[in-house]
């Protein structure tokens, strides 16, 4: 599977996001779907996940109540609306696909998207 980011962009703290992950190929519904975020010399860190069917969600702490992943299997895409955006929230987020829902590490998904700069200003 192929995976599509879009819909970073600049942003003013406590604005909002949202981010788009388009994929290609029919078997979307069979993967589990991540978000992560790497910010300049850190590591990719593990935001999200959200189940094959879309039935239940996953998230890391420092985003829980702020964030909310969905999906939409019929168009292929995974999204992720960020809510009362921080500057801490500023890096790269990558969409991935994996197998496995409450895998939070990287090497736990198979495919990954490009990424898409999201940057929160104070």
């Known amino acids: 599977v192929q995976l599509q980011a879009s819909g970073g962009g600049l942003v003013q703290a406590g604005g909002s996001l949202r981010l788009s992950c388009a994929a290609s190929?029919?078997?979307?519904?069979?993967?589990?779907m991540g978000w992560f975020r790497q910010a300049p010399g850190t590591e990719r860190e593990f935001v999200g996940a959200i189940r094959r069917s879309g039935s239940s969600t996953y998230y890391a702490d420092s985003v829980k109540g702020r964030f909310t992943i969905s999906r939409d299997n019929a168009k292929n895409t995974v999204y992720l609306q960020m809510n009362s955006l921080k500057p801490e929230d500023t890096a790269v987020y990558y969409c991935a696909a994996g197998s496995y829902m409450y895998r939070n590490d990287p090497p736990g998904y198979d495919y990954w998207g490009q990424g898409t700069q999201v940057t929160v200003s104070s």
């Open positions: 190929g029919r078997t979307f519904s069979s993967y589990v």
